[in-house]
């Protein structure tokens, strides 16, 4: 995480996944990155046709200070990076408690 005079930079390597695997969310000063992905199964059973979806995931919690703006963020996954960008200021100036942030 890199504080800036006046936003947040947050640079997460995910190499592999999909910009569509990515989720993005908060609530209140806690932003949330969760990445699931579809693996390949292996069956239950010798005698068992049906296959167990596994899921590779990834979880990270990111503690943002009183003054980032989450509402107002913006995120982009190119080239195997996440790139997240939250305003900052002298206090937030929406009072949304949770929030979802779209990957670009």
Not at 3 to 12: F, P, S
Not at 59 to 88: C, E, M, R, W
Request: charged share 20%; with cysteine; hydrophobic share 40%.
């Amino acid at each position: 995480m890199v504080k800036e005079a006046n936003h947040i930079l947050l640079e997460i390597a995910l190499p592999g996944f999909n910009r569509e695997d990515i989720f993005i969310t908060g609530y209140e000063n806690i932003l949330s990155v969760v990445v699931l992905r579809p693996g390949t199964g292996r069956p239950a059973d010798r005698n068992d046709n049906l296959q167990k979806q596994r899921v590779k995931t990834y979880h990270q919690n990111f503690l943002l200070p009183a003054n980032a703006d989450g509402v107002f963020g913006s995120a982009i996954y190119k080239d195997g990076y996440l790139t997240i960008y939250i305003p900052t200021g002298q206090s937030c100036t929406y009072d949304a408690k949770t929030y979802l942030i779209i990957v670009y």
